[in-house]
């Protein structure tokens, strides 16, 4: 312990609260709140926001399934079908699942990570925050004025014919990205730059290497989307015709536009889920993450072969032969890098000491269900076999399970894991691992009901089916119940932690991490000192007890 | 194999009605058997190593030392999984260039796609919204759009492709039993259930995506040259202009028992004055409905909202067709 | 608790005496000149792609119709185009003297240099501006208004039922007939020059703004950061015009 009492000089806003104080009691009033550069309360602000916005998607994914409960018209019409879809994968898309780790838990912890006191650009990063809003506003008043029934894609010709509003929420998605783009390039400046004494490239927690690559894509391939849309905008506005058959436009153009960036964006949603089972699987087990250089690696070659491999989406839509051969064969390559990173998991089990809190199991439930989407995804990647299972519910199960069963399990097990440290209470396992099965089970029904029918020849996005279909929707119907059960459960379990958990003790889960080595909350500027790193953030067998005490009395570690 | 009864092919997969289809299935089944295999592998050590080293009084993780049997076998998955992924990369793009290529000798069917119905026009210039097709023969589909993205999907013959507008596309397939198949469009191409007034329409009227199903008939060659030939019209004008009306969508909108729909009913309104949307009057002569088929918009009914809903007929229907559809509004008296 | 073992501190000396300029998350001055080049550089790479999207639609649509391409671009004004590409090739040069005087200290001529470069992108605005209202004159503006002179055909609720028309243009004493297919040059043109036209006002902001700070003396030979990283900025400004012009304007 070398508690330097002397405040950390500063000279922007922050500056003025007390540098010894949580960053949560520096400042007091809304003021603070709004108007902050402090990443971990940006952090904390995408985090409500983000949670909002997964409910609201949620609800729509919930009113969807229940729709196809029975045949024909079950609770709405079917116009409203077609827009309640829209909305449940925009929102989910854009205002949910690519902030979700990244703008939330990983601006709250990369800086921290790395042993710095802020990102490098902590206005932009603020900035980052409203544009998010501004987009979100502008994207959701969309669904007062006429609402979105494009499907989240917005495929050309069909976007720039329908009598809806793509216009704004396009255009919400074009300013949401300049969100993206300024979270990424913070994160990129600040991995490179800011990295404190003794955090070499081989030192950095898996987490950032994570988030480094989430960003390298999202600063390259976002700008994409931006100039896409933009065309769209213009399309609908003036009718350019850029998109337009009948101008001599080409509307698989759009396609092509749109999934080179929108590939590249299922790695900036799933890479941060790997990224933070990483973190939890090295914590719970007690061992040092099995391969790391390769796991750093594999993270950034997802983001680059991401880049390479969008033409997968559009096998059906008349690509050459040639262009078809390449996307297949590159898509392959995919599974090497993703099939390293489950081995590895797997690996850092063996000889450990398995933990099973909530975190964990979500962490555990993360292999099992993206071993699942991983797999479904060489049916897809074959070119012979795809032409069947496109646009059918088996591709809706397939990156539901990558999504879902991948980023969101991540998502949820980062918020457990990371809970006691962003809010300073312990929250109670007993209700969160309820949440957890319900979560798990209500899942895998849902979506294993998916597959099967989709296999069978059930399209996607179709507002009614034929008979044969009809046990499939039903069962994933119900297991939709179970996981929205599951997940209310979760947010109960955490929110009410806020008023009644016990106060959490700086390092509750005993972990060697670099972010459980501070103070608990972390301080306005995370540290009192920029601490010097002399081992690795997975490297129990260095760290001194010390450095892994829970601060639970000893024999009743939390949880158990 | 006993291990296929767990999960028998025809649980995951249609019937197979097309010369793809057991190749196809083949692979999937390979896929799917390699999955489990990978699937219970990777789980199975997880939830045995978890079980195994769980946290317990007495158990401490231990010290991670640097081996080189780990080295090895990091490098081991990552190349082995080449060598599983090549095959599977070459099997499936065989399969597919089979689909791409259709034989010299198929019969080519012309598919148009449109919001929300299918037309298949035969090579003897006839049409219908039902596609029959002869078994153990080469079929060829020429296909387009015309207004957004459709696809043509029939999971029977595990064949599927996009429907472009401002380009042709093309699909082939040689069924290979009788019988009879479902028809879907596969790509999301937007639904109606409101009319233009913004009231909700009944459930039955709404049309769509979703409604963009049809069937493939696949007949024995015998059947199939009499489908064709029955084809042919024969009968009174006003019997083929039933036929169209019921073939070409106007059912859709358009009803013959003088209720009202989306669109003005066909009963009794044939030679009649009618109030027009903007104020004048017009006579539903010949020349007033071959101008609504071919230009929907140049003269709307009164309570009827503009811009109209229906597409352009235009090189849809051929002129004799425009005499059909005239000469049955004409049958159909008050 | 176990928390911050060492002293960052005693490896940086110059913590302590934290410049004026020296935001306080930053270490050294060099930490956070480093942190805002990369920043720029970072940021120019993701606007080469975005203009990315647009040569990529370009060169798809050229290789389809060559010979529209190549006759659809005589309606386009060369010597306009070429002066252009002078006025912004010079004042890449005088941003970049701008630079250097920064770093010599030189304030009055920093800011000499900031206004001609300023001067020069008006100017160069100033002929966008003549080159675009006579397009529009002549129904040139893509999408809805080709071959509908001037805006009022085709905006708002008119618009909607205009459809585009085939054009003869009156260039250089030659009267070219341009099909309705051409749009799809126009509507290139337009999105990229309009999209580069806003970069340039991006850039003159920054570098308007850029001026008062120097002109207010924020800047010294230690610091002057906001002037280097306006003028890599304004560097890219004149780069993707330059691939702009032989595309647009000088079609083979």
């Not at chain 1, 949580?22 to 809304?30: M, R, V």
């Not at chain 1, 990558?402 to 998502?411: A, D, L, R, S």
């Not at chain 2, 090895?72 to 597919?96: D, K, Q």
């Not at chain 2, 029939?154 to 401002?166: A, C, M, N």
Request: net charge neutral; with cysteine; glycine share 8%.
């Amino acid at each position: 312990m070398s508690a330097v009492d002397k405040p950390i000089a500063g000279h922007v806003d922050d500056s003025h609260g007390d540098p010894n104080a949580s960053y949560l009691e520096a400042k007091h009033g809304i003021g603070p709140w709004l108007y902050t550069l402090d990443h971990k309360r940006i952090g904390l602000m995408y985090l409500v926001m983000i949670s909002l916005a997964f409910l609201a998607g949620g609800i729509f994914a919930l009113l969807v399934r229940l729709e196809l409960f029975t045949r024909g018209k079950t609770i709405i019409d079917a116009e409203t079908y077609n827009k309640f879809f829209t909305l449940h994968g925009a929102i989910m898309v854009f205002l949910f699942i690519i902030p979700s780790i990244p703008a939330g838990l990983g601006n709250f912890f990369l800086p921290i990570m790395v042993g710095a006191k802020d990102v490098a650009f902590p206005r932009l990063n603020m900035w980052s925050f409203y544009i998010y809003l501004i987009g979100a506003v502008i994207s959701l008043a969309s669904i007062v004025i006429g609402s979105v029934d494009t499907g989240w894609t917005f495929y050309t010709p069909y976007s720039t014919t329908t009598a809806t509003a793509v216009a704004s929420m396009t255009f919400g998605v074009f300013v949401l990205g300049f969100s993206s783009i300024l979270t990424g390039l913070n994160f990129i400046v600040t991995v490179h730059t800011m990295r404190g004494p003794g955090i070499t490239w081989r030192r950095l927690p898996l987490f950032v290497w994570g988030m480094y690559s989430t960003a390298l894509i999202q600063v390259l391939a976002t700008p994409v989307l931006a100039i896409t849309v933009a065309l769209l905008m213009m399309e609908r506005v003036f009718g350019l015709g850029i998109f337009n058959p009948k101008l001599g436009g080409d509307p698989v153009l759009f396609q092509h536009f749109f999934w080179f960036y929108s590939h590249p964006a299922v790695y900036i949603m799933i890479v941060p889920g790997m990224a933070i089972i990483s973190e939890v699987l090295a914590t719970f087990t007690r061992r040092p993450i099995v391969g790391y250089f390769a796991g750093a690696m594999s993270s950034l070659s997802l983001a680059l072969l991401g880049f390479l491999v969008w033409g997968h989406h559009m096998f059906t839509a008349g690509m050459s032969e040639f262009s078809t051969m390449l996307f297949s064969a590159l898509t392959f390559l995919v599974a090497i890098p993703s099939g390293v990173k489950v081995f590895n998991w797997t690996a850092t089990l063996y000889k450990g000491e398995v933990w099973f809190t909530t975190p964990m199991l979500y962490a555990l439930s993360f292999i099992f269900l993206f071993s699942i989407g991983g797999l479904t995804g060489l049916f897809l990647g074959t070119l012979s076999v795809d032409v069947h299972l496109h646009d059918t519910y088996f591709v809706v199960a397939h990156f539901h399970y990558v999504m879902m069963g991948g980023t969101v399990m991540g998502f949820l097990a980062g918020m457990f894991y990371w809970w006691p440290k962003m809010t300073g209470k312990l929250y109670n396992e007993t209700p969160a691992k309820v949440g957890w099965f319900l979560v798990f089970v209500g899942f895998n029904v849902t979506f294993i009901a998916q597959f099967i029918m989709g296999s069978r020849g059930m399209p996607r996005r179709y507002y009614d089916y034929l008979p044969q279909f009809e046990p499939f929707h039903k069962a994933s119907t119900i297991g939709s119940w179970i996981l929205g059960l599951g997940l209310i459960i979760e947010a109960v379990t955490l929110l009410s932690s806020l008023k009644n958990g016990k106060k959490s003790p700086p390092n509750p889960w005993g972990s060697a991490g670099y972010e459980w080595q501070t103070a608990t909350p972390p301080l306005l500027f995370n540290f009192k000192e920029i601490p010097v790193r002399t081992r690795g953030p997975y490297d129990y067998h260095l760290a001194t007890p010390e450095d892994l005490y829970d601060g639970f009395p000893e024999g009743e570690p939390h949880g158990d | 194999m006993k291990l296929a009864m767990l999960a028998p092919t025809s649980f995951q997969l249609p019937e197979a009605m097309s010369s793809f289809a057991p190749t196809i299935d083949d692979l999937y089944m390979k896929i799917y058997w390699l999955s489990v295999v990978f699937f219970v592998a990777i789980v199975g050590a997880m939830v045995y190593f978890a079980v195994k080293y769980r946290k317990r009084a007495g158990h401490k993780a231990e010290a991670a030392t640097h081996s080189v049997f780990m080295d090895r076998l990091e490098v081991f998955w990552t190349v082995a999984p080449i060598f599983i992924l090549l095959p599977l990369f070459h099997e499936g793009f065989r399969g597919y260039m089979d689909l791409s290529v259709a034989p010299a000798d198929s019969i080519e069917i012309r598919v148009r796609g449109a919001q929300w119905r299918w037309e298949f026009e035969y090579p003897n210039g006839e049409s219908d919204n039902v596609l029959h097709v002869p078994v153990n023969k080469n079929v060829k589909l020429i296909m387009s759009s015309e207004d957004v993205l459709h696809a043509f999907f029939v999971p029977e013959f595990r064949v599927k492709k996009d429907l472009v507008p401002g380009m042709y596309s093309s699909v082939w397939f040689r069924p290979t039993v009788t019988g009879e198949a479902d028809l879907f469009c596969a790509e999301y191409c937007g639904g109606k259930s409101k009319d233009n007034t913004g009231a909700e329409l009944p459930p039955a009227q709404f049309n769509g995506h979703w409604s963009m199903i049809s069937k493939v008939k696949i007949d024995t060659p015998e059947a199939f040259d009499k489908y064709l030939d029955n084809m042919a019209p024969v009968g009174p004008l006003e019997e083929r202009g039933r036929a169209l009306y019921l073939k070409k969508a106007c059912v859709g909108c358009h009803t013959i028992d003088g209720s009202k729909g989306v669109a003005p009913t066909w009963k009794g309104v044939f030679g009649k004055s009618h109030k027009m949307a903007d104020g004048t009057d017009a006579v539903m002569d010949e020349n007033y409905v071959r101008e609504s088929i071919l230009n929907p918009n140049a003269k709307i009914v009164a309570g009827y909202t503009a811009p109209s809903v229906m597409p352009t007929y235009q090189g849809t229907l051929k002129e004799k067709e425009i005499d059909a559809i005239i000469a049955f509004m004409k049958s159909l008296k008050e | 608790m176990a928390t911050e073992t060492g002293h960052a501190s005693a490896e940086h000396p110059e913590h302590q005496e934290h410049p004026h300029f020296l935001q306080h998350h930053f270490e050294t001055p060099a930490q956070q000149y480093d942190a805002s080049k990369l920043g720029m550089w970072v940021f120019i790479a993701t606007e080469i792609l975005m203009f990315g999207g647009l040569f990529v639609a370009y060169l798809i649509y050229h290789a389809q119709e060559p010979e529209l391409f190549k006759l659809a671009h005589h309606a386009l004004d060369k010597k306009l185009g070429a002066l252009n590409t002078v006025v912004l090739l010079f004042s890449s040069l005088t941003a970049a003297l701008a630079v250097r005087s920064a770093q010599l200290g030189k304030r009055n001529r920093t800011s000499a240099f900031l206004v001609v470069t300023l001067l020069c992108a008006a100017a160069f605005l100033v002929v966008k501006y003549f080159e675009y209202s006579h397009k529009i004159h002549a129904g040139l503006l893509p999408g809805r208004c080709f071959g509908h002179p001037g805006f009022a055909n085709c905006i708002g609720d008119a618009g909607l039922a205009t459809q585009p028309l085939a054009v003869s243009v009156q260039e250089h004493g030659m009267l070219l007939q341009l099909p309705t297919r051409a749009n799809m040059f126009f509507a290139l043109y337009f999105m990229m020059t309009g999209l580069h036209g806003v970069h340039v006002l991006v850039g003159m902001s920054l570098l308007t703004w850029v001026l008062i700070k120097n002109i207010k003396g924020h800047f010294s030979p230690e610091y002057f950061t906001h002037v280097d990283l306006s003028a890599l900025y304004w560097h890219l400004v004149d780069l993707v015009w330059i691939y702009l012009f032989p595309l647009l304007y000088l079609v083979s």
